[in-house]
């Protein structure tokens, strides 16, 4: 079956515009996982959705960066205002619940002029 | 607070050389134990796990111990190949919920013929 995906692949943007990142999960997963990861470093934890909700927003680095998701399915990342430390690969995970393995996109590559 | 902390890279091997990558980390509870593989041009996925003390994880002929007494989770194989170059990632679950993974900085290993 279909396996996480993500959109775009690469987005380049100027300092200062707002952008989406779009995550489709695996269906049937009620659990789902926004990471990034700069270069050269391990993954850093963002935010955990169960269902629509969203449990644990400790990660998000401010309160330029929001998340939602809609229909326990699709979640968009948001970026407003971007700045050039934003500059990373964001990966979406699904799992089935909380607490199974996480299966992962293949990230969208994010560049900010 | 939780963390994990591996090996530096990159690791350089020959083929068919014994392999290990360091794998430590500090937690409050009593969290799971993963090791992900990111191979070129893919996304993450899941290697091998371990829930508990004591429990070994194997996967295509690595293997890792979940030891408490060094808070370690070692990754081993015995005969690396060329396929097995790619980033490795350790990570562990909070003992509470397992959802908020927290990852190492990952380890190149590079094998050469």
């Known amino acids: 079956g279909a396996g996480v995906s993500q959109s775009p692949s690469n987005k380049v943007t100027e300092k200062g515009k707002d952008v989406e990142l779009r995550c489709d999960p695996i269906s049937g997963h009620t659990a789902l996982y926004w990471y990034r990861q700069s270069l050269g470093q391990g993954l850093e934890f963002l935010i955990y959705?169960?269902?629509?909700?969203?449990?644990?927003k400790s990660g998000l680095p401010s309160d330029r960066f929001s998340a939602e998701r809609t229909g326990g399915s699709v979640s968009t990342l948001t970026i407003q205002r971007t700045q050039q430390e934003d500059s990373a690969v964001y990966l979406c995970?699904?799992?089935?619940?909380?607490?199974?393995?996480?299966?992962f996109g293949p990230g969208t590559r994010l560049t900010v002029t | 607070g939780n963390s994990v902390t591996q090996m530096e890279g990159p690791v350089t091997l020959s083929e068919e050389a014994f392999l290990t990558i360091n794998c430590t980390y500090t937690a409050t509870g009593y969290p799971s134990l993963f090791w992900y593989v990111q191979y070129p041009g893919e996304g993450l996925q899941l290697l091998l796990k371990?829930?508990?003390a004591d429990d070994k994880g194997s996967n295509k002929g690595f293997e890792a111990t979940y030891r408490k007494e060094t808070t370690s989770f070692h990754l081993e194989k015995g005969s690396v190949q060329v396929s097995d170059s790619a980033v490795y990632f350790c990570a562990l679950g909070r003992g509470d919920s397992n959802y908020q993974l927290i990852w190492g900085a990952g380890t190149k290993l590079i094998i050469k013929p």
């Open positions: 959705f169960q269902g629509n909700s969203a449990p644990d």
């Open positions: 371990a829930t508990k």
């Open positions: 995970a699904s799992s089935f619940s909380q607490g199974h393995e996480q299966y």
